[in-house]
């Protein structure tokens, strides 16, 4: 991160613990603050594990229990899978806002190919639990998705949502919750787990009425503008923000480059003047070599950076080979240096050339 952070910019390696907006002050873990004429907050998402009794002691001490969600416990995911010999690889979608909600199920087709690969489809079965209704929320997708789900003989539970994880037994422990209001309680056995954990707000956000939105506890800000809705020197970007769609790295590029302009209008003493459009990106790996590239808006439509023809909705390795290797170097050398802040102009530029 160091390597990265431009050397005219003081970097303070504390903590943040709070805020305090009426008075400009940033407060830090140590007992110092910090003042600020302008803030930008984005504190990312915090898995709230304690939402699933058994679960961080599961990641602690079980081998076959893992998750991509934490850089603390990556690295049991691969040795996991290879373990699995027979019974269930079960992966599991949280019942909160998650980041990425395509990255539960990317490794479960990931780890399909890996045990299919050794030879071992026949003897382990491969399962999926979601709390929707689909296995996507964008219909366009889904329903290709779906067609994936079939022809790899996944097994799907939707509305299921995990509660429970009897790690000692190997248990995960769910809510069938199509009736809400009484969910029932199903146990399934597994043989290795993939975990997406519940997530919740950032604590120095949401323990702040003034800073968070009354009914979610992200970061209080217009959705279009990304300026806070209360205080106009505060703007907010990332998964810390109150859209629950957009919580990707694809979405934190956008929103800079709004954020970029509208802080430049307020300095200024103009209003802000450019709006997001709730754009978002998650590029599906569905197996070794494919993948899906599903980019949509704030009301979950599709809002597609190529032409129709190129099909982003269909299986194809194009896909995979941009999300494998076009998009690391653009997230390191286009969107943490700066200069990319989304595709709209690229969207553009082929709405123009194909008359669109
Ligand atoms: C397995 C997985 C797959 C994903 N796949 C994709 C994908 O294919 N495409 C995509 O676009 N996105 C993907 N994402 C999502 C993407 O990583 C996030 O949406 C993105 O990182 C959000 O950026 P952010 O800056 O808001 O938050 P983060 O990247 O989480 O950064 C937040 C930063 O704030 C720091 N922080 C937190 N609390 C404090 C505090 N109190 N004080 C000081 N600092 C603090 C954290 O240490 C961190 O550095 C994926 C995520 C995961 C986990």
Known sequence: ????????????????????????????????????????????????????PGLLEALETAPNVCTN?????????????????????????????????????????????????????NDVDVAFAHPGPAIFG???????????????????????????????NNLAVFHNIKEP????????????????????????????????????????????????????????????INIVSTKTAAAAAAQTGIVQKNLQSVMDKKKPSVFYDGYTSCPLVTGANKGILAEFDGNGEPLQTFPSFFGQHKEKKIWYYLKAHVMPTLYWYGMVKGPWTGPKALRKMFTLGMGR
């Not at 690889?89 to 890996?114: N, R, S």
């Not at 329903?143 to 509660?163: G, N």
């Not at 309680?185 to 003034?210: D, G």
Request: glycine residues 6%.
């Open 181 to 240: 209001d009484s969910p029932v309680k199903v146990s399934i056995p597994y043989e290795m787990i993939h975990v997406s954990p519940p997530f919740k707000p950032p604590s120095p956000i949401a323990s702040n009425p003034k800073m968070a939105a009354a009914q979610s506890g992200y970061l209080d800000v217009n959705t279009q503008t990304l300026q806070h809705n209360k205080y106009e020197n505060i703007f907010g970007l990332g998964d810390n």
């Open 69 to 121: 969600y934490d850089a603390k416990y990556v690295s049991k995911t691969f040795p996991a899978i290879q373990n699995t010999k027979k019974g269930t690889a079960l992966f599991t979608h949280p019942d909160t806002p998650v980041k990425c909600a395509g990255a539960p199920q990317k490794i479960m087709y990931l780890a399909e190919d890996q045990i299919r690969k050794s030879g071992l489809r």
């Open 138 to 168: 964008v219909k366009k997708y889904a329903e290709q998705l779906a067609k994936v789900v079939a022809e790899k003989d996944i097994k799907t539970y939707f509305h299921h949502a995990l509660k429970e994880l009897d790690y000692k």
């Open 1 to 52: 991160m160091g390597e990265f952070v431009p050397s005219n910019v003081h970097w303070e390696k504390q903590n943040v613990s709070g805020f305090d907006p009426d008075n400009n002050k940033v407060m830090l873990e140590n007992g110092d603050h910090l003042n600020y004429e302008y803030l930008i907050v984005a504190l990312g998402i915090t898995p709230d594990y304690q939402r699933v």
